[in-house]
């Protein structure tokens, strides 16, 4: 299911060869977009080589993705003032790409599967990265750069590695790797 208004820069997108091309198309174009508030919602599940990639400039923005199957890949890019991001991901191979400018800006990201890897860059003025990944090949890597900051990774099987730079003020990480028993 995929609703969000026909304005708004919210489409699936197929072929994993775009997927360089598409991110810069993203950037390039960010600066030319503009919503006071943007609501994008994609849904792709139970399905093979999943592609989702959300552009959004302006006020309270939220971008959510849910995918299920084999192959699983989010770009998320949103500039503004209330930005938040909620990623999940179920399913094979999955990959994640976050990048959020401005003030108020958040992101939650679930990953499940086999190659999890989550990517992201925050610039912005409070500041917030929460991710879960589970299961094998694990990868992960924040960049915050503006103001209140902080962080909160969990990781539970095999690979693992985690990178975490924080710049400004408030900073604050919690990074959980392994399996924890109840």
Known sequence: MNHYPSNRVAQPFCASSLKSSVLVAIFI??????????????????????HASIVQNGSNLNAGVSQQGVS?????????????????????????????????VEANILQSGFNNV???SQQGAFLS???????????????????????????????????????????????TQGYTSN
Do not use: K, M
């Open 29 to 50: 174009a960010s600066p030319f977009l503009y919503a006071d508030q943007d609501l994008s919602q994609l849904d792709e599940l139970n399905g093979f080589d999943n």
């Open 72 to 104: 699983n890949t989010a770009i998320v890019n949103q500039s503004g003032f209330s930005t938040q991001a909620n990623v999940e991901q179920i399913g094979g191979t999955n990959y994640v790409l976050a990048h959020q400018n401005g003030a108020e």
């Open 118 to 120: 989550f990517i992201s």
């Open 129 to 175: 990265v929460e991710l879960e990944q589970q299961g094998n090949d694990n990868r992960a890597s924040v960049l915050q750069i503006g103001n209140e900051s902080d962080v909160s990774i969990y990781q539970n099987g095999t690979g693992h590695a985690v990178s975490v730079i924080q710049y400004g003020q408030g900073r604050s990480a919690q990074i």
